[in-house]
């Protein structure tokens, strides 16, 4: 089965379904993405602070696909940014996973108390996308305000905007920001696992009433309706998983057809309650850490 495909603001296509390894150990990595790839994944998601960005390289190595079949994207890291120093963190990044052009660079965070080192980091973005060493480039976890204030100072509009996305908290505002600015959203934690590990006050999207009920009407998973979800409205999605059965279960959503009554009582269970840390609460100080070079 292929992956449909999102187009990007500068004609690259991403496709519409991508498989992360955040918290995935690097002995786990190259198995889970190999499961991934051969279960038809084309769109790997990693990140210089996930510690893991070699096994995935390793993991396409050992795969029968050309490096030009499998869509790759990483992240720096706040403790990376700057000019120079983002320039260096792409150096890093690119030697771990084996390649010399990455398809997507993000940067990970904005950086709100220390901004000036987020621009620098970005316009090295925009540098890296002139030479042809990234195919595209965008940020993470952006709220309104960052994304206007780099606007203001830099040349490149993002291409996505990856950020918390899931029934309980939709982000509908920047959604729309993101939208109107022709970035696209990629939803990480898609189905609201964040909320299982960290005390968010909610229960389980997987045991939502709403949401099973519509899964029962499509013979579907919880799970997969919930991609559905995001598929059908849009969105580029991030799944993770490192169990066979359920890589297999997240890939297998493109024949959902919720209609636009089950689409907007899912949307409906928003709550506003961010499951991340709050973007303004990102500080050097407190999640500053140093990345390997090797």
């Known amino acids: 089965m292929s992956t449909p495909t999102i187009s990007l603001n500068n004609d690259v296509t991403i496709p519409a379904l991508g498989f992360g390894v955040f918290q995935t150990r690097p002995d786990e990595t190259i198995a889970a993405v190999e499961t991934a790839l051969q279960t038809g994944y084309r769109h790997i998601d990693t990140a210089a602070a996930y510690g893991n960005e070699r096994e995935v390289g390793e993991a396409i190595r050992r795969s029968d696909l050309a490096h030009d079949e499998v869509f790759v994207e ?18 890093k990044s690119a030697g771990k996973l084996g390649v010399e052009q990455i398809d997507l660079l993000i940067l990970h965070q904005a950086l709100p108390g220390e901004f000036d080192t987020t621009i620098g980091a970005y316009r090295a973005l925009e540098r890296l996308l002139a030479d042809g060493r990234v195919r ?90 919930m991609l559905g979800w995001h598929l059908q409205q849009g969105r580029q999605v991030i799944t993770k998983s490192v169990t066979p059965a359920r890589i297999a279960e997240n890939f297998d959503v493109f024949d959902i057809e919720l209609s636009e009554t089950e689409l907007a009582a899912i949307d409906g269970l928003d709550t506003g309650k961010r499951g991340g840390p709050e973007p303004e609460d990102i500080t050097l100080e407190s999640f500053g850490r140093e990345i390997p070079e090797a």
Not at 75 to 80: A, H, M, P, R
């Open 74 to 91: 990483t992240k720096i890291w706040i403790s990376d940014y700057g000019y120079d120093e983002t320039l260096h963190s792409f150096d």
């Open 136 to 225: 595209a480039i965008g940020v993470s976890n952006f709220m309104h305000e960052h994304l206007d204030r780099l606007l203001a100072e830099t040349e490149v509009v993002p291409a996505v905007n990856q950020i918390e996305v899931h029934p309980y908290f939709r982000q509908s505002a920047l959604l729309d920001r993101n939208n109107e600015l022709g970035i696209v959203s990629q939803a990480w934690s898609p189905i609201g696992g964040i909320t299982f590990y960290r005390d968010s006050g909610h229960t389980s999207t997987l045991e939502n009433e709403t949401i099973r009920s519509i899964a029962d009407a499509h013979g579907k998973t919880p799970a997969q309706v």
